[in-house]
């Protein structure tokens, strides 16, 4: 796979990176200073109101295209501005049915209105339980997880790497990340034990190069895909 990255054309070309690390250092080498900078622009603090829609972001997100979930996420909040309550679960059903991306549409989505109308009621109820209160980032994670209903372990860290991306340590791990660092793509789910081995060599490349995890993880994740999105 060959992806422009540089602004000034310089490309790299990824070819079994898994086997070679320095493809992966030359990538991030290329768009350090890019990916740094647009996860700063986007972390706008960990507020209860930012916290509240990074998870029902997070749950809009899960096995869907990256356009289509921010499409269904700004019909949502506008829904929510202008009545001040998400919608009945018909109506939210339909409202993420109708969101369609350039890259897909929204899946599960009669299994989401349910999350999230449940998430919302438990935040209604006690939003304790799903804010940081101290915690470090993966006690955060398990702790969104555990919450959380439709959240597994990638798209609770994916909550959590949202709320904080600039200086987060945690970051999500799928398929595409998987096959970057392994060679192969995954069958089944990824093994907890994997995906936190993976997880950490992607902190450590980040470390190298003075990225949060995420934001490492983001940068690899487009390169990955063939793209460079910031």
Same mark, same amino acid.
Request: hydrophobic fraction near 40%; charge should be positive; proline fraction near 3%.
């Given at each position: ?51 509240? =829609? ?68 438990? =935040? ?50 799928? $398929? ?39 934001? $490492?993880? =983001? ?12």
């Amino acid at each position: 796979m060959a992806i422009q990255l540089g602004l000034d054309g310089a490309s790299v070309r990824l070819v079994d990176a898994h086997k070679d690390p320095d493809q992966l250092r030359a990538v991030l080498a290329l768009t350090r200073d890019r990916y740094d900078s647009y996860v700063r622009s986007i972390d706008v603090g960990e507020s209860d109101k930012a916290t509240y =829609w990074r998870i029902v972001f997070s749950i809009l997100s899960v096995h869907s295209p990256l356009d289509a979930t921010f499409e269904a996420y700004r019909a949502l909040r506008v829904w929510r501005a202008r009545y001040n309550r998400i919608p009945s679960q018909r109506k939210l059903g339909t409202l993420l049915l109708l969101a369609r991306g350039n890259d897909g549409v929204i899946q599960y989505t009669n299994q989401k209105a349910i999350y999230i109308r449940e998430f919302d009621a438990k =935040w209604t109820a006690d939003k304790e339980q799903f804010l940081r209160n101290g915690d470090s980032d993966s006690e955060w994670r398990a702790r969104i997880q555990r919450n959380v209903k439709g959240l597994g372990l990638a798209k609770a860290s994916f909550a959590v790497a949202l709320a904080n991306p600039a200086t987060s340590d945690v970051c999500c791990i799928d $398929t595409h990340m998987y096959q970057l660092f392994t060679g192969i793509v995954p069958k089944s789910s990824i093994k907890p034990s994997v995906y936190l081995a993976l997880e950490n060599a992607i902190r450590e490349l980040g470390k190298e190069f003075g990225l949060s995890t995420f934001a $490492t993880q =983001w940068c690899l994740w487009d390169a990955q895909r063939g793209q460079s999105n910031p």
